[in-house]
T-cell receptor, first 111, second 114 residues
């Protein structure tokens, strides 16, 4: 099926630093998403993005979070500054209509 | 907001038997219900979905049933094989949102024992 790529697969950083998670969505998809999964818990919606804009964000999408997709390149999630509770696996997804296709996730560990 | 409950956290079946995973949702307006499979250390892989205009959908060994009255949907895997072992997540699309947003269940870890 359609493939979504995420870079890096793992990232370890110190609390307070900035991190950027990169997503390469399916090429003809129009809608982009970030989800967060803490170990052993269910996946939770963070934000969706369409036509260069955030359409909806959850309460998990703190002020320290931002997303963008400059000039059709990577769809990025930036966290600045990071906090310990940001440690999780972050999944990117993209869709043309309903069906969302997920990337392999970035495992973020904040120390 | 929408809540999705996945009733079985773990499920073990013998190879060749059927496995059934049940989910319930709270928002009567939800109309799209996908299922994803996650193997250890890998991403979510879309397996099948159902929309509210039907109550049954089949794709090879996978059958999804939807009971809108009970706000319940289920995934049936027939003739299970060891490679079906994985965590399965159900999800519901939030209807109130202008744009798609999925609410996931907690996941069911399925083990198919030879």
């Amino acid at each position: 099926g359609p493939k979504v790529l995420q870079i890096p697969s793992h990232q370890i950083i110190d609390m307070g630093q900035m991190v950027t998670l990169n997503c390469d969505p399916v090429s003809n998809h129009l809608y982009f998403y970030w989800y967060k999964q803490i170990l052993g818990q269910q996946m939770e919606f963070l934000v969706n993005f369409y036509n260069g804009k955030v359409m909806e964000k959850s309460k998990l999408f703190k002020d320290q979070f931002s997303v963008e997709r400059p000039d059709g390149s990577y769809f990025t999630l930036k966290i600045q500054p990071t906090a310990l509770e940001d440690s999780a696996v972050y999944f990117c997804a993209s869709s043309l209509e309903d069906t969302q296709y997920f990337g392999p996730g970035t495992r973020l560990l904040v120390l | 907001g929408e809540k999705v409950e996945q009733h079985e956290s773990t499920l073990s079946v013998r190879e060749g038997d059927s496995a059934v995973i049940n989910c319930t949702y709270t928002d009567t307006a939800s109309s799209y219900f996908p299922w994803y499979k996650q193997e250890a250390g890998k991403s979510l892989h879309f397996v099948i979905d159902i929309r509210s205009n039907v109550d049954r959908k089949q794709s090879q060994r996978l059958i999804v049933l939807l009971d809108k009255k009970a706000k319940r949907f289920s995934l049936h895997i027939t003739a299970t094989q060891p490679e079906d072992s994985a965590i399965y997540f159900c999800a519901a699309e939030v209807a109130s949102s202008s744009f798609s947003k999925l609410v996931f269940g907690q996941g069911t870890s399925l083990s198919v024992v030879p």
